[in-house]
């Protein structure tokens, strides 16, 4: 018997951000144990899956004809249920290999923008893949918990995540969602605003995954206010020759080009703030708006967010990681996943 079997009996309990640009797996006693993108890759012709996670995404914009790199999460809801079912079972087995004699207990945070009908595909996906107990979290409530928020108490607490797909902004106190607000603007639509950008401006086209180096690497959503402005050299097409060709493109550049989402996260901010009861703004006035997600790591976004609202805005300790670590602590805390559960 394979010495890490005992040890599956102890870390039978797994939590799970299934976003729509990455899906992260939290192992009680063991911590984060996957951190993969949600990509799977098909051949076309007879579907079948080629790969999926890290694999998948390497593909991304280099593969033949036959190949077609999908994303069955798109939007904050799922798009594909049989590939989002397939990828979320390769995953459960990939870090829980003993899932067959120790049925783990799984808790999934999910988009609050799915349906009852997607919730049972999700939860009824986990337990195909091995689990004896599925319950789901909306992911503003775990990413909440993940920052350290005082969600329990009568305590107004604003968090704004920004993801791949979907911006998701609620305000929490004692446990429930007072508001909540998921709009379609998320770090993919940033990418594709890039990638957009240089073909109308330069006719120069890049794929989806250099559009996403440019605004990882170039990418911010104020001016810096004293140092130069950075630039980079890019690699793409020359649409008008249809040859390789590099170009030099300035910070300011790609900040024009995610102007609009960035103006749609601040408004959806902005109205959030206008549509919560008085007594909580001021909470929220008080102690900040609390800004997680991959997108929240754009440069100076912070920024942008405080000065448009005049609200102090604070960055989680790691935003990419902040919901599934909240789904994790949950883990550990009956109670609290009697009230937060949905
Ligand atoms: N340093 C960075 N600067 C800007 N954007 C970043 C940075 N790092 C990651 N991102 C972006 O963050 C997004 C992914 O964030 P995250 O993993 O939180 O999304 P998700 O949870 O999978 O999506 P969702 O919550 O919408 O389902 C991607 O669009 C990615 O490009
Ligand atoms: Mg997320």
């Not at 790969?51 to 799922?78: F, Q, Y």
């Not at 049925?103 to 689990?131: D, L, M, Y």
């Not at 240089?198 to 206010?225: D, H, Q, W």
Request: aromatic content about 6%; charged content about 25%; overall charge neutral.
């Amino acid at each position: 018997m394979p010495s890490n079997y005992w040890g599956s009996w102890f870390f039978n309990r797994i939590a799970i951000d299934l976003g729509t640009a990455n899906t992260l797996i939290f192992i009680k006693g063991k911590g984060i144990t996957l951190k993969e993108p949600s990509v799977v890759a098909i051949d076309k012709t007879t579907k079948r899956v080629l790969a999926v996670g890290d694999e998948a995404k390497r593909m991304l914009g280099r593969t033949p004809e036959s190949i077609e790199t999908i994303r069955p999460l798109k939007d904050g809801v799922i798009a594909d249920f049989e590939l989002a079912e397939f990828m979320l079972r390769h995953f459960i087995a990939k870090v829980h290999p003993w899932r067959r004699f120790f049925k783990p207990r799984i808790i999934i945070s999910v988009p609050s923008g799915i349906t009852q009908i997607e919730k049972r595909a999700v939860k009824e996906s986990a337990e195909f893949a091995g689990a004896k107990y599925v319950f789901l979290l909306e992911e503003s409530m775990a990413a909440a918990i993940g920052a350290e928020l005082p969600v329990q108490e009568p305590i107004g607490n604003m968090i704004v995540d920004i993801g791949g797909g979907t911006t998701e902004i609620a305000v929490i106190s004692l446990a429930g969602i007072v508001y909540s607000r998921s709009i379609r603007v998320g770090g993919n639509l940033m990418d594709e605003m890039i990638a957009h950008y240089l073909k109308k401006k330069y006719k120069f086209m890049v794929g989806e995954k250099t559009a996403e180096e440019i605004k990882i690497r170039l990418g911010s959503a104020c001016p810096n206010g004293n140092s130069l402005e950075e630039h980079m050299v890019i690699k793409g097409l020359d649409l008008v020759h249809g040859l390789p060709k590099i170009l030099d493109i300035t910070e300011e550049e790609v900040r024009e080009a995610i102007a609009e989402p960035l103006k749609a996260i601040v408004a959806a901010v902005k109205t959030a703030l206008d549509n919560t009861p008085p007594e909580l703004v001021g909470d929220i006035a008080e102690r900040g708006i609390f800004l997680t997600g991959g997108g929240a790591l754009l440069r100076r976004l912070d920024v942008l967010l405080a000065e448009a609202t005049g609200v102090p805005v604070y960055l989680t300790k790691d935003p990419l990681a902040t919901t599934v670590i909240g789904t994790g602590k949950v883990l550990d805390n009956i109670l609290l996943l009697g009230k937060v559960a949905c």
